[in-house]
């Protein structure tokens, strides 16, 4: 798939989907989920080096996942788009349970055949965690919240995690949710564009756009 696409209508509504900065988490393949490590110096400079980018497409509004991760990028955002931000949980990445806070090779040696499939994108029978579709109908209750508040014409900005990203792009989009696997995780700092048709459905415009 492209990185980006045509330019949409003038008068057609946007989600950005964002992305958070590198944390040192990111950087030792430690899982993350619902746990809070803060950006690393990495993750700062991605989101100082985002926000503008972000910003030149002139977005209305501003939300975020409330974990520090994705609110220190904000502050980045924020800056540049002049937005005061909003914060809600249902917009954090997805709950891994038991195994938040294990590295991969930790989570290999421990379950060798669960860890397979959670590395394809199937997490559902991780003690403790949420499904899948838990994530996508949480996440895409702000998306169509949001999407419902803007004008025509009008792009919301939202900063969040990759997984979560990906499985409520799927949702949103109506394909079955573990299609979100078959796209590579964001990049740290990556966005997506969504866009609303004339007929009123959604469309991917961009995936894993950088600045």
Not at 59 to 72: C, G, Y
Not at 103 to 108: G, Q
Not at 143 to 164: F, M, N, Q
Not at 167 to 174: E, N, S, V, Y
């Amino acid at each position: 798939m492209q990185r980006g696409a045509s330019k949409p209508p003038e008068d057609a509504r946007r989600l950005v989907l964002l992305r958070h900065g590198r944390t040192e988490w990111n950087a030792t393949q430690r899982i993350q989920g619902h746990l809070d490590p803060a950006l690393d110096e990495t993750g700062h400079a991605q989101a100082r080096a985002v926000a503008p980018a972000v910003a030149a497409l002139s977005p209305v509004t501003l939300l975020s996942s409330d974990l520090q991760r994705a609110r220190q990028t904000t502050e980045y955002v924020a800056r540049a788009t002049g937005l005061a931000p909003s914060y809600d949980e249902r917009l954090r990445e997805c709950y891994l349970g038991e195994r938040q806070g294990l590295t991969h090779d930790e989570y290999a040696a421990l379950d060798p055949a669960e860890y397979a499939r959670f590395r394809a994108g199937d997490w559902d029978d991780i003690p403790g965690a949420e499904t899948q579709a838990q994530v996508a109908e949480r996440f895409t209750a702000v998306l169509k919240e949001t999407a419902g508040a803007l004008d025509a014409g009008e792009t919301a900005l939202i900063v969040a995690h990759g997984a979560a990203i990906r499985t409520a792009m799927a949702h949103w989009l109506g394909w079955p949710i573990d299609w979100a696997s078959d796209f590579r995780a964001l990049a740290n700092c990556g966005w997506v564009e969504l866009v609303e048709r004339p007929s009123g459905r959604w469309a991917l415009a961009a995936y894993n756009r950088t600045a």
